[in-house]
């Protein structure tokens, strides 16, 4: 044997060594496999209550909070989606004309 076979001999047995190394290690942690799907927002069904109009508009939101599918205005109003109960947007609303949202339980 050369000194090049000798020498690859080496690296590939330290990098078998490494590889069963790591999975030792690894056998003992809780992975959770990445899901390529998003997750299913929760809906809440709620009444949204407009100054100038004492008619509510119910439907369903997904939080109560600012939503990544919303839009913010620095200094302004904010946009926020409503949807039906099953899922497809029926309208979108700012939050400046907003007087109150109140929770229907189910």
Not at 68 to 94: C, H, L, P, R
Request: charged share 15%; with cysteine.
């Amino acid at each position: 044997m050369n000194g090049k076979q000798a020498k690859a001999i080496m690296v590939l047995g330290l990098v078998a060594i490494l590889l069963v190394g790591i999975m030792i290690l690894g056998t003992g942690c809780d992975y959770q496999a990445i899901s390529l799907e998003p997750p299913t927002p929760t809906m809440m069904k709620v009444e949204v209550y407009f100054s100038g109009n004492d008619t509510p508009l119910i439907g369903y939101i997904q939080s109560l909070s600012f939503e990544s599918t919303g839009m913010f205005y620095q200094g302004g109003s904010s946009m926020i989606s409503m949807y039906d109960e099953n899922g497809n947007k029926i309208a979108v609303f700012n939050y400046l004309r907003v007087d109150s949202i109140r929770l229907i339980q189910q």
